[in-house]
């Protein structure tokens, strides 16, 4: 099954840990000192936040389970923006997993993904990556229109892909 992700970058890690806790009433299933994370089950729903990029939303994904859904889901991403970054084993924020990226006609980053691991410290950096569209970057992929980023940032972390 698969669940919803939504990724927002907050000033305040401490402030909109007791805020999304008390409105989602349920600690969150994963705490850093720059990320937390809920596992929603209603709405089911991948919901997290970090420090580190610009205040605002940082991305939407769709979470999966398995291989197959994840080679389903980034076909549908694929298709409906004509091309996709592919990541194998990225190390991404405190996990590792498979994802391809996707940017809808507003300019909103889309993530399919499947989560394989977790990491002790803010992920960055990739073991294989495919590369569907010309940009890509440590972890996240980098809108053509802005090639000059630093491509060694910080996995969806400092307001580059």
Not at 59 to 70: C, F
Not at 119 to 128: K, P, Q
Request: with cysteine; glycine share 10%.
């Amino acid at each position: 099954m698969s669940r919803l992700h939504v990724h927002l970058h907050v000033r305040d890690i401490a402030q909109s840990v007791r805020f999304y806790s008390t409105l989602f009433g349920t600690e969150p299933a994963k705490r850093e000192v720059d990320y937390a994370k809920w596992m929603l089950d209603n709405p089911r729903v991948n919901f997290a936040i970090s420090t580190g990029g610009e205040v605002g939303l940082s991305h939407l994904g769709i979470q999966v389970e398995d291989d197959a859904a994840l080679a389903e889901a980034t076909a549908r991403a694929t298709n409906a923006a004509g091309s996709v970054i592919e990541k194998k084993g990225a190390n991404c924020c405190y996990a590792i997993g498979d994802k391809a990226w996707a940017t809808d006609p507003q300019g909103v980053r889309w993530e399919t993904f499947r989560t394989t691991g977790g990491l002790t410290v803010y992920g960055v950096g990739a073991d294989e990556t495919r590369t569907v569209t010309p940009i890509t970057t440590a972890c996240c992929p980098t809108a053509a229109a802005e090639p000059e980023k630093d491509k060694t940032e910080v996995c969806c972390g400092g307001g580059g892909w």
